[in-house]
T-cell receptor
Framework: DAGVIQSPRHEVTEMGQEVTLRCKPI?????LFWYRQTMMRGLELLIY????????DSGMPEDRFSAKMPNASFSTLKIQPSEPRDSAVYFC???????????FGSGTRLTVV | EDQVTQSPEALRLQEGESSSLNCSYT??????LFWYRQDPGKGPEFLFT???AGEEKEKERLKATLTKKESFLHITAPKPEDSATYLC????????????FGKGTHLIIQP
């Protein structure tokens, strides 16, 4: 298995632009998680899905953030409009059972200038 | 609210010098405690899961232990390739399935 695949690896965008991050989970994993990592706050859970349904989005910082999972093999995290404080590394992770931990992707480093 | 505190924030050791990393946690019912390793520019990589106080797990030079309030990651005779950030996370019984992470310990092993 290729693991959790995220794209792009790096994204530089101007303030106010729309940004879309993509994730392909491991086949057979029913759970998908989006995390954000910064030096100040560490890893923070943004939202997670179970069987393509959003379960908990309480970590999504503002209405500018939205996430979708149209099918079992694809998810997106969208920021519109983007702001400099959104600069961070965004990780996607998947799991067949959270009690056994997650597998993380390599992350997308987002820089908003 | 679940809380995870890791110490120290950073640790520099000589090759072969054993030490321990600490993870203190406050949760409403622990369903699992996880240790991950993160290398620069990469996603966290799973190391261990511990489920109940008294449990221990080992992998090469690493050994994780768990009590009711904290977990330790013991590193025995480390090598430079053990240099990484080590993250602790908890899965609580609060109903949600997201893991709560600590901020990590940045470990450097000098040859």
């Amino acid at each position: 298995d290729a693991g959790v695949i995220q794209s792009p690896r790096h994204e530089v965008t101007e303030m106010g632009q729309e940004v879309t991050l993509r994730c392909k989970p491991i086949s057979g994993h029913d759970y998908l998680f989006w995390y954000r990592q910064t030096m100040m706050r560490g890893l923070e859970l943004l939202i997670y899905f179970n069987n393509n349904v959003p379960i908990d989005d309480s970590g999504m910082p503002e209405d500018r953030f939205s996430a979708k999972m149209p099918n079992a093999s694809f998810s997106t995290l969208k920021i519109q409009p983007s702001e400099p404080r959104d600069s961070a590394v965004y990780f996607c992770a998947s799991s067949f059972s959270p009690s056994y931990g997650y597998t993380f992707g390599s992350g997308t480093r987002l820089t908003v200038v | 609210e679940d809380q995870v505190t890791q110490s120290p924030e950073a640790l520099r050791l000589q090759e072969g010098e054993s030490s321990s990393l600490n993870c203190s946690y406050t949760v409403s019912g622990l369903r699992g405690l996880f240790w991950y390793r993160q290398d620069p520019g990469k996603g966290p990589e799973f190391l261990f899961t511990l489920y109940s106080a008294g449990e221990e797990k080992e992998k090469e030079r690493l050994k994780a232990t768990l009590t009711k309030k904290e977990s330790f990651l013991h590193i025995t005779a480390p090598k430079p390739e053990d240099s990484a950030t080590y993250l602790c996370a908890v899965h609580s019984g609060g109903g949600a399935d997201g893991l709560t992470f600590g901020k990590g310990t940045h470990l450097i092993i000098q040859p």
